[in-house]
């Protein structure tokens, strides 16, 4: 089981619990379709000086293979980590492995320092010791973090190697050690807990180091605090597609054997975090690159 301590509180403006809790999980079943009418493409045929028409095509004002910069500027130049999963120049990095980038970066959830370890290069959760949660908040983004079960297997199902990162602090990838540990699908490493399971199980062994690379936009709320646009995952696991933008329906948070939480307004930024599920799962090498919508 999952826990996220925040999963029903949505539902206490509602007369009994069950009619809030089923009001709560009503998910729009029709997706937004795509506009098809995007973008605006103009043709253009001009003479050239050889006589020869020659064939103009603008894409939302810009010239197909424009090479004036000032009307098409040229990406940011981004120099990429060393290796694979290293940080790019453009990245904030929020552990490098250092007690120092612990304290600087994290606390826990009420702000204070918080009780979780560092060891060898990792920062390990510890059981009781709440969320981790980082000092900078956070929206739409692109996050690598890298995390191992622990080598010494203890339960089973739901109790081995249980935590979770949780963009926004509020929606959770699940971490677990899905290797030969079968769990629900909803609930394996690598699902959006209880709403999408992960394409396939790519999962290390326990005490070997895996790695989430995270592509989420954020989902938005209008004045009322219904969700107008969906939050979007797209997540490789191990360098292994497992969400492919998946829209995600509703909340993830645990609000029963067979239930979840739906959207409940939050703000624009908000910290990352990371699950105490009692278990000792280590994270390391997490970076975030901050994402326009
Ligand atoms: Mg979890």
Redo the contacts with the bound molecule.
């Keep these: 089981m999952?826990q996220k301590k925040s999963s029903l509180s949505a539902s206490s403006c509602f007369a009994t619990p069950v009619v809030a809790l089923a009001a709560a999980l009503v998910v729009p079943t029709a997706v937004a379709e795509e506009d098809m009418s995007k973008p605006e493409i103009k043709v253009e045929r001009k003479k050239e000086p050889n006589g020869r028409e020659q064939l103009y095509m603008f894409i939302d004002g810009v010239k197909v293979h424009e090479t004036d910069t000032t009307k098409q500027p040229l990406p940011p130049v981004v120099t990429p980590g060393e290796e694979p999963g290293d940080a790019p120049s453009d990245a904030l990095v929020l552990f490098d492995g250092t007690p120092e980038s612990f304290t600087a970066n994290w606390t826990d959830t009420k702000g204070e320092p918080s009780k979780w370890k560092v060891v060898d290069g990792a920062m390990e959760s510890v059981r009781r010791a709440g969320y981790l949660q980082s000092k900078k908040k956070f929206g739409s983004c692109q996050l690598h973090i890298e995390w191992a079960a622990p080598s010494k297997v203890e339960g089973d199902g739901?109790g081995r190697g249980?935590?979770?990162v949780f963009l926004m602090g509020t929606y959770?990838i699940?971490?677990?050690d899905s290797f030969q540990n079968q769990t629900y699908a909803d609930?394996q490493a690598g699902a959006l807990?209880g709403r999408s399971k992960p394409l396939v199980n790519a999962s290390r062994k326990p005490g070997e180091w895996q790695s989430y690379d995270i592509i989420f936009h954020q989902p938005k709320f209008d004045q009322d605090g219904k969700v107008v646009k969906r939050a979007t995952f797209t997540v490789l696991h191990n360098g292994v597609l497992i969400q492919d933008h998946v829209v995600l329906s509703g909340g993830t948070g645990w609000a029963g054997p067979h239930a979840v939480t739906g959207y409940k307004a939050h703000p624009d930024k908000l910290p990352l975090s990371l699950?105490d599920?009692g278990n000792p799962v280590r994270f390391r090498n997490i970076w975030v690159r901050e994402l326009k919508d």
């Design positions: 999952d739901q249980n935590s979770g959770e699940q971490v677990l609930g807990y699950q599920h």
